[in-house]
């Protein structure tokens, strides 16, 4: 049956992971998220339905402060997680972002970026807070609008990068050391 496993798939490994959509990429990315704070002692719960900018409620259980998650994930092979932008300077990894991203400045409000290596099926994982993502996007937009100034001022789509620690970029971008 298509969009089904046979049993021997399962065994071997040898479904195509190029055939996954988005969504249960995203899906991975949360689980994946939830099971790594459940692993360092948080109370962690997926958000239902279509709760704005918040994808994960966490608990600190000894302080009882409250955290909201938002959680992006992106699937790529290990040898194009990274990538060399001729603006932006060469990254660890990206995720697409939107404009709202902008003003989105909660001191609760934390984004966990995964990164999910398709050969090897491991994950890496970048806590950045929210102000820290909305500086950097509004700046990444800025540049790219600058750059060549018959660029679309309507276009929507943001990109936040994962910056190495020992390399110069046009703008502060937060590394993979930092986060």
């Known amino acids: 049956m298509k969009g089904h496993l046979t049993a021997r798939e399962v065994r071997c490994g040898t479904d195509k992971m190029s055939d996954i959509n988005s969504n249960s990429v995203s899906l991975a990315g949360e689980f994946a998220v939830l099971s790594q704070l459940a692993l360092r002692g948080y109370d962690a719960n997926m958000t239902l339905g279509r709760t704005k900018g918040v994808d994960i409620l966490v608990s600190n259980p000894k302080t009882g402060r409250m955290l909201k998650l938002e959680v992006k994930t992106n699937f790529r092979s290990s040898r194009s997680a990274g990538g060399n932008s001729r603006l932006f300077g060469h990254f660890v990894s990206a995720w697409m972002m939107n404009e709202k991203h902008e003003g989105m400045r909660?001191?609760?409000?934390?984004?966990?970026?995964?990164?999910?290596?398709?050969?090897?099926?491991?994950?890496?994982?970048?806590?950045?807070?929210?102000?820290?993502?909305?500086?950097?996007?509004?700046?990444?937009?800025?540049?790219?609008?600058?750059?060549?100034?018959t660029r679309s001022?309507?276009?929507?789509?943001?990109t936040f990068r994962i910056a190495y620690a020992k390399e110069k970029y046009p703008i502060l971008t937060p590394t993979a050391d930092d986060y």
């Open 153 to 158: 001022r309507g276009n929507i789509m943001r």
């Open 106 to 149: 909660d001191p609760d409000l934390f984004y966990c970026f995964v990164n999910i290596s398709e050969n090897t099926k491991q994950f890496r994982f970048f806590i950045v807070p929210s102000h820290i993502v909305a500086d950097y996007v509004l700046e990444e937009h800025k540049l790219w609008l600058d750059e060549k100034p």
